[in-house]
């Protein structure tokens, strides 16, 4: 299990869920400021996708893997 300790903002990461983005690499972009809750920390990750314009989703650890720490 990843410790959100060690995710940091451009952090590269690989999505896993949702399906529309299943697979795609994306960079965190931040934590959302609403996830004071420990068991619902959500991170904005810009997806890296040069077939669409920009897509950023809001995932929870578990929805994603760390591929790169800065």
Not at 14 to 39: C, D, F, H
């Amino acid at each position: 299990m990843q410790n959100s300790e060690r995710i940091q903002v451009g952090d590269r990461v690989q999505i896993l869920y949702p399906t529309y983005v299943a697979g795609k690499y994306g960079i965190v972009y931040g934590r959302e400021s609403n996830s004071n809750n420990q068991a619902n920390q959500r991170w904005l990750i810009q997806v890296e996708d040069v077939d669409s314009s920009n897509i950023l989703v809001s995932l929870i650890l578990g929805e994603f893997i760390l591929i790169k720490s800065e």
